[in-house]
């Protein structure tokens, strides 16, 4: 009843600007949906663009962080010590404050930068 989150891509990427509309339309579509993932394409690029708009679109339905770009909003980097994290909050499923993804969700719920320990 409250809706339902399809994660995106565990491996791929948003591949033409044609296919990050059709998850813009979906989330129109379908007020249930939810969608989160992550991209490599720059904020600034065309499609990292568009991902930026559409997170903004749907702020409380769509969460695409962009990897590897702590100044892109929102933000995930890659760290292989917790000291590299800076001001990124190190993922907790990683540390063991949270037991899973599924408990935690604070990539879902904070625009902060997200930092996961190499693995």
């Known amino acids: ?9 565990i491996l791929g990427d948003f591949y033409s600007v ?3 509309l059709f ?31 559409i997170n903004r679109q749907f702020a409380d339905r769509c969460v695409i ?5 702590q100044d892109a909003v929102p933000a995930a980097i890659t760290i292989d010590r917790e000291d ?3 001001t990124a909050i ?20 904070t625009e902060k930068t997200i930092a996961f320990l190499r693995h």
């Open 90 to 109: 190190i993922c907790p499923a990683q540390t063991g404050k949270s037991d899973c993804c599924g408990s935690c969700a604070l990539c879902w719920a």
């Open 65 to 69: 962080r962009f990897s590897g770009q």
């Open 18 to 20: 044609e296919y990050a």
């Open 84 to 86: 590299e994290a800076g």
């Open 1 to 9: 009843p409250r809706g339902f989150v399809v994660r995106l891509h």
């Open 23 to 53: 998850w813009a339309s979906q989330l129109r579509k379908i007020p249930a949906l939810r969608i989160f993932g992550y991209t490599a394409h720059p904020q600034r690029s065309e499609i990292g663009a568009l991902l930026h708009f």
